[in-house]
T-cell receptor, first 115, second 111 residues
Framework: NAGVTQTPKFRVLKTGQSMTLLCAQD?????MYWYRQDPGMGLRLIHY???????AKGEVPDGYNVSRLKKQNFLLGLESAAPSQTSVYFC??????????????FGPGTRLTVL | KNEVEQSPQNLTAQEGEFITINCSYS?????LHWLQQHPGGGIVSLFM???GKKKHGRLIATINIQEKHSSLHITASHPRDSAVYIC?????????????FGTGTSLTVIP
């Protein structure tokens, strides 16, 4: 099992450009999450999905869109990148949200710089 | 205001020392997680707690629900324990899918 994978690992964008980050998991997890990690701050939830075809806003959703067309994939899109979106982005997945199955498995992260 | 506060922010220890990292939270939770982030950036889950105490090798995690406090202990610390340790809580109720994360404790264990 590959677990949770993210592509790309690094990306540099110019202000106004768009891009899509791809997260894939092979654990048949229902729940998937996108976080951003900034210096001096804890991980913050951008969007999440509780199953194929569903998405919901997290704590910091502005400037991002997501899609979950297939259960194993969760895409994070930036339509018009801004320097404030310079961050490290982590994807995570979990089987459920209750009991011992709510452990989150994290991807390796994507380091995004917006100039 | 941070829903999850960790202390200390930075910690340096000599190999073999007993280490304690503290986590306090202000929201109602269904579970608390301890995560480890290695210098390369990868994040792994160490523990999930909803009550009491758990032990895995040299790591021990405890939680006091009434006091809204958790501790992560490392016995006989080793340089390979050097990492950032993150406390995260899953909130109850309407925002039950929301995780709140502490800013992490950066641990360096010196040989």
């Amino acid at each position: 099992n590959a677990g949770v994978t993210q592509t790309p690992k690094f990306r540099v964008l110019k202000t106004g450009q768009s891009m899509t980050l791809l997260c894939a998991q092979d654990m048949n997890h229902e729940y998937m999450y996108w976080y951003r990690q900034d210096p001096g701050m804890g991980l913050r939830l951008i969007h999440y999905s509780v199953g194929e075809g569903t998405t919901a806003k997290g704590e910091v959703p502005d400037g991002y869109n997501v899609s979950r067309l297939k259960k194993q994939n969760f895409l994070l899109g930036l339509e018009s990148a801004a320097p404030s979106q310079t961050s490290v982005y982590f994807c995570a997945s979990s089987y459920s949200t209750s009991g011992k199955n709510n452990e989150q498995f994290f991807g390796p992260g994507t380091r995004l710089t917006v100039l | 205001k941070n829903e999850v506060e960790q202390s200390p922010q930075n910690l340096t220890a000599q190999e073999g020392e007993f280490i304690t990292i503290n986590c306090s939270y202000s929201v109602g939770i269904s579970a608390l997680h301890w995560l480890q982030q290695h210098p390369g950036g990868g994040i792994v889950s160490l523990f999930m707690l909803s009550s009491g105490k758990k032990k895995h090798g040299r790591l021990i995690a405890t939680i006091n629900i009434q006091e809204k406090h958790s501790s992560l202990h490392i016995t006989a610390s080793h340089p390979r324990d050097s990492a950032v340790y993150i406390c995260a809580v899953r909130s109850r109720g309407f925002w039950r899918n929301q995780f709140y994360f502490g800013t992490g404790t950066s641990l360096t264990v010196i040989p």
